[in-house]
């Protein structure tokens, strides 16, 4: 490589042999690197599937809850989302997808009898933005016609979902009207999970994947409050008054275990063609 960045060199103009012999090899070798991403493969698809929530309000089954309540009040527990994958060589894979949940929960069904006595439901809309890096145990990138390989992943996500902020009209230390306004929340999560993907007719791929995603949030299914989520709207009382109303309401709110985060996990299949030219890499 030495030698071709010196003959390289020794055809350039006279400005560019000022340069050091290093610095000319690291460019060459940086335009080598650019040209080595434009030649990588590339896949995109469809992701579907259903989603549930394991959190402090419903069933705690990590993954298959079966539809509770009645779909019109509820909907179905539901994901979907588009796919990118980049493949490096035919075992390694960055992927980023963009998905949407529709997650239930309802006492009703939670093994628990203190849930069941509960009695609380409710469901919540989910927008994810996940970047996974996935290791296959067998080369079903490569150009074969077709492969079976078993992977696993793991990653980051972004979540932003529904949120009930209470606004309180504090009239006195017993008479408290509640409402609730309709809002939004971030929160991170860090998924992993394993899949199968079965790759057929050259370009084609087919995946069935269990995603577990353990959020940092105690609030995807409302059961938490946080003194910064409540507005006094009106009050009667001083300022000590209202901080001990707006307290009491925040303790007897919050029916979560703040030591145990919700997670939101999905079962899907994934639809995948891939194109370009396929990777460059070293047996």
């Known amino acids: 490589m030495f030698y071709i960045c010196t003959k390289f060199l020794t055809k350039t103009r006279p400005s560019i042999l000022k340069m050091k012999k290093e610095t000319a090899c690291f ?15 590339h896949e995109i698809g469809v992701q579907l599937g259903t989603s549930n929530l394991v959190g402090d309000i419903g069933k705690t089954a990590y993954v298959l809850q079966r539809p509770v309540g009645s779909i019109s009040d509820m909907g179905l527990p539901f994901y979907g989302g588009l796919m990118y994958r980049m493949n490096f060589n035919p075992y390694q894979t960055v992927r980023l997808n963009l998905g949407y949940s529709n997650i239930q929960f309802d006492d009703r069904y ?10 609380l439901w409710g469901t919540n809309s989910v927008f994810s933005a996940d970047l996974l890096f996935e ?3 067998f080369p079903v990138n490569e150009e074969q016609k077709s492969l079976l390989s078993p992977y696993i992943f793991a990653g980051a996500s972004g979540l932003y979902m529904n949120a009930a902020k209470p606004e309180l009209v504090i009239n006195s230390e017993t ?23 079965y790759k057929f007719n050259y370009n084609w791929a087919l995946s069935g994947e269990f995603t577990f995603r353990p959020t940092f949030s105690d609030q995807v299914d409302y059961s938490m409050v946080k003194d910064g989520d409540v507005t006094v709207v009106r009050t009667a009382l001083d300022d000590d008054g ?23 996990n999905s079962a899907t299949l994934i639809l995948s063609y891939s194109f370009g030219r396929p990777p460059c890499y070293c047996k």
């Open 242 to 264: 209202t901080r001990a109303v707006v307290q009491r309401f925040i303790n007897q709110r919050t029916t979560g275990n703040p030591n145990s985060k919700d997670w939101i």
């Open 110 to 119: 939670a093994k628990e009898d203190y849930r069941r006595q509960r009695k």
């Open 135 to 137: 290791y296959n145990f």
């Open 27 to 41: 460019l060459i070798l940086m335009f080598c690197c650019f040209g080595a991403v434009k030649a990588q493969r």
């Open 175 to 197: 008479d408290v009207k509640v409402s609730y306004r309709q809002d939004h929340a971030f929160t991170m999560a860090l998924p992993f999970g394993v899949g199968l993907k």
